[in-house]
T-cell receptor
Framework: EAQVTQNPRYLITVTGKKLTVTCSQN?????MSWYRQDPGLGLRQIYY???????DKGDVPEGYKVSRKEKRNFPLILESPSPNQTSLYFC???????????????FGAGSRLTVL | EDKVVQSPLSLVVHEGDTVTLNCSYE??????LLWYKQEKKAPTFLFML????IEKKSGRLSSILDKKELFSILNITATQTGDSAIYLC????????????FGTGTSLTVIP
């Protein structure tokens, strides 16, 4: 089944304790992206990647890091989480610019993160 | 500066009602607009509207794009409780093609 898989789905952690949210897609998509969703603010883009070893900042990159060493994986790293990073996080992927069906994002199931 | 604005923010209707959700956008060199439905988990794709496809329909759902007035509407007829969800509108950045601007969404609740 074509899908985007995120882990963990739920996480409660404490301020300053490094964590990684993994994201993997099995559709051979070139483009991957991370979003956070907060009430009243909608989906905001954190980072995105057009291809392996190519990453770019989105609208709210502060406090986050990403890497794209393999095409299928795009982990989100919070080096020193703070309470304002409590949110619902989504990973998404697409075929990428120019391809047929481009710009249709497939989303993961979401990761709900709480930072105490 | 908001690039994609959705209205209303929330809506409560009874089963069988027809609803219209709005999405206005301000994006230079517009190429496409997408609608997603988000229930308790991941947003799922509904429609993509482009310059060459300004009207889409699937069952009770339909959507049109007005490129002149820079908005799109999503219509749901004969609503059912299963239509309860957040409906998201998104416009890809035409320069990058892959940076998306999302609206805040419209929360629809359908009461039996």
């Amino acid at each position: 089944e074509a899908q985007v898989t995120q882990n963990p789905r739920y996480l409660i952690t404490v301020t300053g304790k490094k964590l990684t949210v993994t994201c993997s897609q099995n559709m051979n998509h070139e483009y991957m992206s991370w979003y956070r969703q907060d009430p009243g603010l909608g989906l905001r883009q954190i980072y995105y990647s057009m291809n392996v070893e190519v990453t770019d900042k989105g609208d709210v990159p502060e406090g986050y890091k990403v890497s794209r060493k393999e095409k299928r994986n795009f982990p989100l790293i919070l080096e020193s989480p703070s309470p304002n990073q409590t949110s619902l996080y989504f990973c998404a992927s697409s075929e990428g610019q120019g391809a047929g069906g481009a710009n249709v994002l497939t989303f993961g199931a979401g990761s709900r993160l709480t930072v105490l | 500066e908001d690039k994609v604005v959705q209205s209303p923010l929330s809506l409560v209707v009874h089963e069988g009602d027809t609803v219209t959700l709005n999405c206005s956008y301000e994006v230079t060199n517009f190429r496409s607009l997408l609608w997603y439905k988000q229930e308790k988990k991941a947003p799922t794709f509904l429609f993509m509207l482009t310059s060459s496809g300004i009207e889409k329909k699937s069952g009770r759902l339909s959507s049109i794009l007005d490129k002149k007035e820079l908005f799109s509407i999503l219509n749901i007829t004969a609503t059912q409780t299963g239509d309860s969800a957040i409906y998201l509108c998104a416009v890809p950045d035409p320069n990058t093609g892959n940076q998306f601007y999302f609206g805040t969404g419209t929360s629809l609740t359908v009461i039996p």
